[in-house]
T-cell receptor, first 108, second 113 residues
């Protein structure tokens, strides 16, 4: 089956720093999503990005489907950015395969 | 905005009880999903449904069943709860075949004693 690998597994930042999270996947996929899981456990949609680049405020994402990776950029990080970031790819019909996540801690 | 709601944020049940977890979405989505999330195992798909009264097994369906009598509601049923079903349960929905951006509910943290 498809393997989804995220790096780094853990990241500690000072407020205001920038970061890049990476998601590699082992096979071609239909779609890719990035999520942020907040401290209360809810998964918040960040991007639905099978290819190309999208931006939303301080966050942006790029997926290069032909090279099987996606990047999530966080600029000017804030403490509210803390949590776990998941990449998920669509396998077959409607099924998402999740990576293990990157745990981000932003300190004031 | 898409809204997916789940009936409880926290639930405590006894071994052997029948447990119902309810999920409702308000965006007329065709597809609905149930996942569980466990430390070290990540998110795993239990069941999904692409239409009313239709269901498909996910990766870990054992010990669970589902019901989808109305388009907006998808229920997960633990017929006889066991301690190894203590977990975080997450419901999601997506618009339709070919448009599978999934939106998640707040989750239900279930403890089985």
């Amino acid at each position: 089956g498809i393997q989804v690998e995220q790096s780094p597994p853990d990241l500690i930042l000072q407020e205001g720093a920038n970061s890049t999270l990476r998601c590699n996947f082992s096979d071609s996929v239909n779609n890719l999503q990035w999520f942020h899981q907040n401290p209360w456990g809810q998964l918040i949609n960040l991007f639905y990005i099978p290819s190309g680049t999208k931006q939303n405020g301080r966050l942006s994402a790029t997926t290069v489907a032909t090279e099987r990776y996606s990047l999530l950029y966080i600029s000017s990080s804030q403490t509210t950015d803390s949590g776990v970031y998941f990449c998920a790819v669509e396998r077959g019909y409607n099924k998402l395969i999740f990576g293990a996540g990157t745990r981000l801690a932003v300190h004031p | 905005d898409v809204k997916v709601t789940q009936s409880s944020r926290y639930l405590v049940k006894r071994t052997g009880e029948k447990v119902f977890l309810e999920c409702v979405q308000d965006m007329d989505h065709e597809n609905m999903f149930w996942y569980r999330q466990d430390p070290g195992l990540g998110l795993r798909l239990i069941y999904f449904s692409y239409d009313v009264k239709m269901k498909e097994k996910g990766d870990i369906p054992e010990g669970y069943s589902v019901s989808r009598e109305k388009k907006e509601r998808f229920s997960l049923i633990l017929e006889s709860a066991s301690t190894n079903q203590t977990s975080m349960y997450l419901c999601a929905s997506s618009p339709r075949r070919g448009v599978n951006e999934q939106f998640f509910g707040p989750g239900t943290r279930l403890t089985v004693l």
